[in-house]
């Protein structure tokens, strides 16, 4: 059974900081991409950034560019966000997801999903 744990939110001031974590169990990790979402109330969800797990490429939505870093621990099946900087519009519940597959930045496209995780409600305060 494919079970993907998000873990890591909270509440944090403007500027502060947060580390995300998915932790991913029942999948042959390199076969993978494991991307972070996000959505806001009343807001479509999107994708902010990804990780394929077999060559460690890194994507990322353009508003989170130089403040946020996704890396991946294999031997952990674990994927991590961190997220410096914050601001208040990143405030939102936060998902991760995993795509097989994956084919270039294909794993910030929510379509491309096959395995959803609960969401971590992340709120920054201004």
């Known amino acids: 059974e494919v079970q993907l744990q998000a873990s890591g939110g909270g509440l944090v001031q403007a500027g502060g900081s947060l580390r995300l974590s998915c932790a991913a169990s029942?999948?042959?990790?390199?076969?993978?991409?494991i991307g972070w979402f996000r959505q806001a109330p009343e807001q479509a969800r999107e994708g902010v950034s990804c990780i394929s797990l077999s060559d460690g490429h890194t994507y990322y939505t353009d508003s989170v560019k130089g403040r946020f870093t996704i890396s991946s621990d294999n031997a952990k099946n674990t994927v991590y966000l961190q997220m410096n900087s914050l601001k208040p519009e990143d405030t939102a519940v936060y998902y991760c997801a995993a795509e097989r597959h994956p084919t270039s930045s294909s794993c910030l496209n929510l379509y491309r999903m096959h395995f959803w995780g609960r969401g971590t409600q992340v709120t920054v305060s201004s």
């Open positions: 029942g999948f042959t990790f390199d076969d993978y991409a």
